[in-house]
């Protein structure tokens, strides 16, 4: 059997690669781009104001559960009206349906953090955003470090090495820090997860590597995946939602 994820896409820049490098057999992607370019406020605003439509279109469609990618782009009015989308969403579907920041604090919940360290190639005024509304959550941000870039094209194309080198120096300098938080979709980070925790020692939570964990928990499939960190190692193992 087929478990369609039904997933919003917030950049143009399709991070399909990444998806399809994780998803196993029998699992496969409905896509909807909202269409940003830049971290901005005006792009994400414009992005955000088509989400409930893209909603309705994938509900039409009969995917199995719902995915609304892009952490910025789900909270760019704040944690309530990240609040008031979920709200929205559950009013124009019956199906499960997971945000990406929704995602992110499951995973980063489900490793065990508490100190949290965010490598992030955002602009730092987006970074700083983050981590706010992860304090909002109740996670304690220990530390952050941010690329500091705005184009999302330009973060697609990053070499995964000086990626995942931003995450060990973070996790080196900042030895209270218990996960580290990559941030960010179109980052090209899922092929260096397990070298990052194996240096490092601590669980590696990314944007995508958490929302596919967290779109299977919704459509039942409980499996471990190897190859990409602890959090989909475990997959099975009394993940609650």
Known sequence: MTIWIGRIEPSMWFEGAWW?????????????????????????????????????????????VINVGGSPVVTVHGRAGHERLIKEIGARTSRPFVTALQAEVEAIRAVGGRHVLIASPYPIAQTEKRAGILAEEGLEVTAHDSLDIERTRVIAVLDPDVVARQAIDLARANPDGDVIYMPCGSLPVVSAIDRIEAETGRPVVTCVQAQVHACLVRAGYNQPIHGYGRLLRELGEGVAV
């Open 20 to 64: 399809q490098e994780i998803l196993p057999d029998g699992v496969r992607l409905a896509v909807l781009s909202l269409g940003v370019r830049r971290l901005l406020q005006e792009d994400l605003e414009r992005a955000h104001a088509q989400i409930l439509e893209k909603v309705e279109q994938l509900d039409a469609e009969g995917v199995d």
